[in-house]
């Protein structure tokens, strides 16, 4: 069992950076591949970034590449995501993921997530 709990949202002016934690409790955090998924208002929730079980692997959607980037530190059990140059539509809620899976891609889909944290809000202002 592992439970997710991301933080460091917040408002924040277009153009301004911001990073994300997610906190993972279990001791079975490294076995997963984590990943960011975001949600806009009257939006579907839609993939951000994944990152693999080692982290030496990481995939991004195209709207973050260049901008965006994802970490994780083992030790701490928590999952970073740097999210630089922000623009107005980078609002939404920002969840943090699990899936035990050794391809970093399939977690575009959506499916087979085996846990979710509850969001945290990204708000950008122009």
């Known amino acids: 069992q592992v439970q997710l709990v991301e933080s460091g949202g917040g408002l924040v002016q277009a153009g301004e950076s911001l990073r994300l934690s997610c906190a993972a409790s279990?001791?079975?955090?490294?076995?997963?591949?984590m990943g960011w998924f975001r949600q806009a208002p009257g939006k579907e929730r839609e993939f951000v970034a994944a990152?693999?079980?080692?982290?030496?692997?990481?995939y991004y959607a195209d709207s973050g590449k260049g901008r965006f980037t994802i970490s994780r530190d083992n030790a701490k059990n928590t999952v970073y995501l740097q999210m630089n140059s922000l623009k107005s539509e980078d609002t939404a809620v920002y969840y943090c993921?699990?899936?035990?899976?050794?391809?970093?891609?399939?977690?575009?889909?959506?499916?087979?997530?085996?846990?979710w944290g509850k969001g945290t809000l990204v708000t950008v202002s122009s």
């Open positions: 993921a699990a899936k035990f899976t050794r391809i970093i891609a399939t977690m575009k889909t959506l499916e087979d997530i085996h846990y």
């Open positions: 990152i693999s079980w080692s982290g030496a692997i990481t």
């Open positions: 279990g001791r079975t955090f490294s076995s997963y591949a």
